[in-house]
């Protein structure tokens, strides 16, 4: 069984769609995040939730914006796509937003044309 | 915001030697943790450490927690093909705050047959 699971795993769509990508976590963890990848394999963290709540924040454009139905669950739905936009988004879990071990969903790669 | 310096970028090889990479960082961090990324997949956790001066090792990996709290290495004894992906250094404090990983640059490291 796959522990973070997202999808879709490839997405390719044009400027000015609006897209989501979905995640889900079966490890019974508290903390979602949604990374991002970009071109030099920098990574990034764009969000985390704790109990469906958002803890963090970065510089983020308000056209993305994520929703946690609940603790398993945590979405991210982009308006308006970008082609700077295009890399590959990572899904993570832990039990708790500190000192605990992040592990990654398998990534969404986003291409935007 | 904390920044983590990893290196080397790349590494070029041969089978069976050994490899060494390390991370810095200019602030303190309480966990530091070690992701192995191949082609195509999330980052996959190799080795977590909690404790400064804490040497861990799994299989033929290991990993130190620098005393300092600012660095920490990992090693890989006796290289194979399958060791082949990027490493990833990630730093993060623990305890009341929300942080989520920050990640140095990662080292590409490629086996020459």
């Known amino acids: 069984d796959t522990a973070v699971s997202q999808t879709p795993k490839y997405l390719v769509t044009q400027m000015g769609n609006d897209k989501s990508i979905k995640c889900e976590q079966n490890?019974?963890?508290?903390?979602m995040y949604w990374y991002k990848q970009d071109s030099k394999k920098f990574l990034k963290i764009m969000f985390s939730?704790?109990?469906?709540?958002?803890?963090i924040n970065e510089t983020v454009p308000n056209r993305f914006s994520p929703k946690s139905p609940d603790k398993a669950h945590l979405n991210l739905h982009i308006n308006s796509l970008e082609l700077g936009d295009s890399a590959v988004y990572f899904c993570?879990?832990?039990?708790?937003?500190?000192?605990?071990?992040?592990?990654f969903g398998e990534g969404s790669w986003l291409t935007v044309v | 915001g904390q920044q983590l310096n990893q290196s080397p970028q790349s590494m070029f090889i041969q089978e069976g030697e050994d490899v060494s990479m390390n991370c810095t960082s200019s602030s303190i961090f309480n966990t530091w943790l070690w992701y192995k990324q191949e082609p195509g997949e999330g980052p996959v956790l190799l080795i977590a450490?909690?404790?400064?001066?804490e040497l861990t090792s799994n299989g033929r990996l290991t990993a130190q927690f620098g005393i300092t709290r600012k660095d920490s290495f990992l090693n890989i004894s006796a290289s194979i093909p399958s060791d082949v992906g990027i490493y990833f250094c990630?730093?993060?404090?623990?305890?009341?705050?929300?942080?989520?990983?920050?990640f140095g640059k990662g080292t590409h490291l490629i086996i020459q047959p």
């Open positions: 993570a879990s832990s039990h708790g937003p500190g000192g605990n071990t992040i592990y």
């Open positions: 939730y704790n109990n469906k709540e958002l803890i």
């Open positions: 990630a730093g993060q404090i623990s305890g009341g705050g929300a942080d989520g990983l920050t």
């Open positions: 450490l909690y404790k400064a001066g």
């Open positions: 490890l019974g963890h508290d903390t």
